[in-house]
């Protein structure tokens, strides 16, 4: 249990959480009339328009084929503050994180108008980068802190490696969706790419394939839960 006092089992969210002023956050669940369908990803990757920023937009490109609006922010090049662990998000339950010399609070607001959400990284040192675990902690946090207000939305992690360290890149990104109440989709083989340099993600066939086929099923059921 995150946040000390938090009553065990499942908690109510909110009945209203504000994004700032006169900016209410959606919350899960049904579409509103004549909203479409959204998912949002973010790319732990510094490095600009990287093999994993690549792999994020193939997933996008099923998506958007599917009509499904998308975006995709490259979190990896922010500096993102990591969570002071300081308990203030669950105290205000405001959806807001107090933090406010990055553009976290703004991450979070796209993540509750989105119905799914992608998180994508490169593996560093065997895990995901900083910038990515920064970014998670803190969403994460205000999310747990504010009623699991991520809870059933769609969620799909990407990892990207030159050799190892995919697979528990991608359980730790899975971990956070889970703890969240949030939805996996699967594909046929674990989300994951072997690339170094740039235009390696175009000889991994398999795993291109991989993230055309998640792409498709996180269309799939997204289209189900709408």
């Not at 991608?170 to 072997?194: A, R």
Request: positive net charge.
């Amino acid at each position: 249990r995150p946040f000390k006092g938090e009553p065990r089992g499942a908690v109510d969210i909110p009945k209203k959480v504000w994004a700032g002023k006169g900016k209410k956050i959606r919350q899960p669940g049904a579409l509103g009339e004549g909203m479409a369908i959204k998912v949002v990803a973010f790319n732990g990757s510094p490095r600009a328009n990287g093999n994993t920023h690549q792999a994020l937009q193939v997933v996008l490109d099923e998506l958007a084929r599917e009509g499904i609006g998308t975006e995709l922010i490259d979190i990896g090049r922010e500096d993102i503050k990591p969570c002071r662990a300081c308990g203030s998000c669950g105290k205000n339950r405001d959806g807001r994180c107090v933090i406010t010399e990055d553009r976290m609070n703004e991450h979070i607001q796209r993540i509750m108008e989105a119905q799914g959400v992608i998180i994508g990284s490169p593996v560093y040192f065997g895990n995901m980068t900083a910038q990515t675990k920064a970014f998670a902690d803190r969403a994460f946090y205000v999310a747990k802190g504010n009623g699991d207000m991520f809870r059933r939305k769609v969620g799909a992690a990407v990892a990207v490696n030159r050799r190892a360290g995919a697979l528990d890149t991608f359980d730790e990104i899975n971990k956070l969706f889970l703890i969240s109440q949030m939805i996996v989709p699967g594909s046929s083989y674990w989300n994951t790419v072997t690339a170094l340099r740039p235009g390696d993600l175009a000889k991994d066939e398999e795993g291109l394939r991989t993230l055309r086929t998640l792409g498709q099923n996180m269309a799939w059921l997204l289209k189900r839960l709408e």
